[in-house]
């Protein structure tokens, strides 16, 4: 008789737990094609034009362009003597990273994007002697309901100690 006990509540255990699963999110209706465009101005006059597609099929999952470089940073030495000095480093990412996760809703798609922009600054920094690059950052989060076949302004970034300014948008295509 315990043992039947035992049976059935390890049985009502394992069906509780299976309740306590979250249930996947269903699948997008549709496979979408996310465009980004950075346009950049200068006093007014437009200098440069950046475009990133990628493609959605699965609902609140992160899907990533990233274009850039890595940039090498002493992070220290070691050794006994000048001659048998050994340097390490870490390598930075430079560049642009765009992050977006699509739900579908009545209004629309529901879009949440990050987009990172860095660069290198022209003049390094020199701290104790040692020259390290400058690195310049921007960053954008938002999320936006957009209709299919529309495009919307997500952002517009004034670049500090400059002129300049980035404008971004997002469009958005339903795929056969």
């Not at 990233?66 to 048998?84: C, I, M």
């Amino acid at each position: 008789m315990k043992r039947i006990l035992a049976l059935i509540s390890m049985a009502v255990l394992a069906m509780g737990m299976q309740a306590q699963q979250p249930a996947s999110p269903a699948p997008l209706a549709h496979t979408y094609r996310l465009t980004y465009t950075l346009t950049t101005m200068d006093a007014g006059k437009r200098t440069g034009v950046q475009t990133f597609a990628m493609t959605v099929a699965h609902p609140d999952s992160h899907n990533q362009a990233k274009v850039g470089q890595k940039v090498p940073v002493a992070t220290g030495s070691y050794g006994d003597t000048k001659s048998n000095m050994q340097t390490q480093f870490t390598y930075l990412d430079v560049g642009i990273l765009i992050d977006a996760m699509v739900s579908e809703s009545p209004a629309g798609l529901v879009i949440t994007s990050k987009l990172e922009q860095s660069s290198v600054a022209p003049q390094p920094v020199t701290i104790s002697g040692v020259s390290e690059p400058l690195i310049r950052q921007i960053v954008l989060s938002n999320s936006s309901t957009i209709a299919v076949g529309k495009t919307v302004r997500i952002g517009s970034l004034d670049l500090p100690d400059t002129q300049r300014h980035v404008d971004v948008e997002v469009g958005v295509e339903e795929l056969p």
